[in-house]
Nanobody
């Protein structure tokens, strides 16, 4: 079993930056596909970014491409989401996720079998 815990959320002004962290325990995540998602009130959970097994390859949603980056630290078993140029519409609960399944589309919520509890990000205008 993998346990994921997010941190780093908070309140930030539009145009600001935040770095979210996701700490993993139970198993090392190097061989998992790792992703970040978010969910705003009344909306479905939305894919943001993913990084492949052993750090090979990344994928980003169009809405965050060029503003968000995803990275991992295998030694610390951590995943990060660096968010720059934040906008009020980025306000949501942010989740990290991981999957050991063989998937073709890294952006599908249903393909991830491990989830954190989420961290709130609020961007004020």
């Amino acid at each position: 079993q993998v346990q994921l815990v997010e941190s780093g959320g908070g309140l930030v002004q539009a145009g600001g930056s935040l770095r979210l962290s996701c700490s993993a325990s139970g198993r090392t995540l190097s061989s998992y596909i790792k992703g970040w998602f978010r969910q705003a009130p009344g909306k479905e959970r939305e894919f943001l970014a993913a990084i492949g097994r052993h750090g090979i390859g990344t994928s980003f949603a169009d809405s965050v491409k060029g503003r968000f980056t995803i990275s991992r630290d295998n030694a610390k078993n951590m995943i990060y989401l660096q968010m720059n140029g934040l906008k009020p519409e980025d306000t949501a609960v942010y989740y990290c996720a991981a999957t050991d399944r063989v998937v073709m589309d890294w952006g599908k919520v249903s393909d991830y079998n491990y989830w954190g509890q989420g961290t709130q990000v609020t961007v004020s205008s």
